[in-house]
């Protein structure tokens, strides 16, 4: 067998070839993140998400809803409001024996490449490899995507660019055959990964996904099975992530969000002109202000806007084009997209007031940099055969030699985790974003940091011993003097209760900071303060398990 084997020498040659190409591709995209230390982003409190997401994961608190060490120290709902799947991911590699620094860059790499290939996954459906691959590299060399990376840092936006792609590639699965398990399963999977990535990413794509699942509605053979396929998907997906999103609506009113909507943040001061969002070819690492003034590169790029418009103009002028109906269906929904990152839209932000939640219109680039990146994808398969691979190999270069060096970072900071961890930089990132879901208890952020144990601020005692956990305080204690009152140095949340012997004892939080109070007898004291579960919780949680059951019974069935 061996002796009369012949490799097949043409397609080792196409491999090679392809594994080059997406090498020179993909390369410039991460070299950076080989360096040590980390690169400065608007974003600076991944490591700091990371670190407190791994204690969670360590003290066996999961989900991770309550973490210790922001709020300066008392204590923050972090994880009820924050999307958690990427730090988990991140925390996964620092348990793994990395560094939270290079978990976070790993992190940063892998999101990056796998968009790529998430897209290629979906285009592939549509158009040849080539032409596949070529707006995969517009995908992931996109303007809007490096400010994303490498200005702001953001996480949790530049993950949905993994996801999407995913989301929609099942729903065409599913229109195609409406009974394939495998298609429903995955489309489950990735939906609730996106709710779980950055709830505000699902609400900038939900309009591109509800025109694409109703275009494919309309030429579905089998309209009634992918209508109940998506729909029955999509409970399930909502059903297995209410552990996170409920909670998030229910207690939205428990914690001082409105600060993240005043000044800087308000969308008025964050609409883009029309220069920008098509031609800018500038590259800056400054701040997002109004008009003309942005320092930070907010633009769908020259080439995707002039590679958007041929695409669309092919699609129509040639004869027998199968997808103009999708491409032309898909640039109206650019349009409206783009329309949102314009002041002209101000009228609709006023008539939806939670699309001001959104904070930067210029957000609306994410879901359109994915439909101009997906309309050119079929650019090259309307050019002559002997056309394509020129056109593809002069675009990618001019692509590369105008976008290539922009993936680059304005400042490296050589740290450690342990220097990231200490000092200043320690004080910086436990107080970094502190008005955000500050909860409502604290009349005011902290000014100083906390104590780190409890403490008598009515009468006489001696703390025996105490130990904290990432939402619970052990602590033994004796009172000396009658109406002594202990301070825990922990915001009040709805969830904190105080218990000694099995039994819950009253306390108050009605203080400056919001603090957890105990009155106290004289004598000894061995108490247990801690964040349980609320009906809320209870709830949401096993809704969770019963989507997980039903989803295991499911495929034992199958």
Known sequence: MIKNFKPDVKNCKKVLIAVVLLFIILFPTIKWLAHPGFFRVDDDIQTMRVLEMTKCIRDGQLPCRWVPDMGYGYGYPQFIYYSPLPYYLMSFFHLAGLSIITSVKLYFALAVVFSFFTFYYLVRRFVTPLAALFGSFLYLYAPYRLTDVFNRGAVGEFSAWVI?????????????????????????????????????????????????GLYWLIWAKDKKGYFIAVFKGGILAILLTSWFWLPMLYYQNQVHIETMFWGYFNYL??????????????????????????????????????????????????KGVKQKYLIGVLFLTLLGTLFLTHSKSTFVYQSLPFLQ????????????????????????????KKERIIIFLLFVFLIMLHYGF??????????????KFSGNSWRQQQTISIFDYLPKSAKHPPTQPSPERPYFIKGKGQIISYQRRTNSWSVKLGVETPHSV????????????????????????????????????????????????????WLADIASLVGVGWLFIYLLRS
């Open 164 to 212: 999407v792609p995913l989301v929609l590639a099942f729903i065409f699965d599913l229109s195609r055959k409406p009974r394939s398990k495998k298609s429903w399963i995955y489309f489950i999977l990735s939906l609730a990964a996106l709710i779980l990535t950055h709830n505000l990413s699902l609400v900038l794509h939900f309009p591109l996904l509800a025109v694409w």
């Open 269 to 318: 001061a964050h609409f883009l002109s029309l220069r920008e969002i098509l031609v800018t070819r500038f590259w800056d690492w400054g701040d997002s202000q109004l008009g003309i003034w942005d320092r930070m590169t907010l633009s769908l790029g020259i080439w995707a806007s002039f590679l958007t418009l041929v695409t669309l103009s092919l699609a129509y002028l040639k």
């Open 357 to 384: 939640k959104l904070q930067f219109p210029w957000r609306w680039l994410s879901p359109a940099v994915f439909i101009t990146s997906f309309i050119v994808s079929f650019f090259l398969d309307f050019l002559r």
């Open 406 to 419: 922009w993936f680059n970072f304005e400042k490296w900071q050589n740290y450690t985790d342990k220097t």
């Open 486 to 537: 202990l301070e825990v140095p922990n915001f009040y949340y709805p969830g904190w209760v105080v218990k000694e012997k099995g039994k819950y004892i009253p306390f108050y939080f009605d203080n400056e900071l919001g603090l957890i109070q105990i009155p106290l007898p004289p004598g000894r004291h061995n108490l247990k303060i801690k964040m349980e579960r609320t009906l809320v919780f």
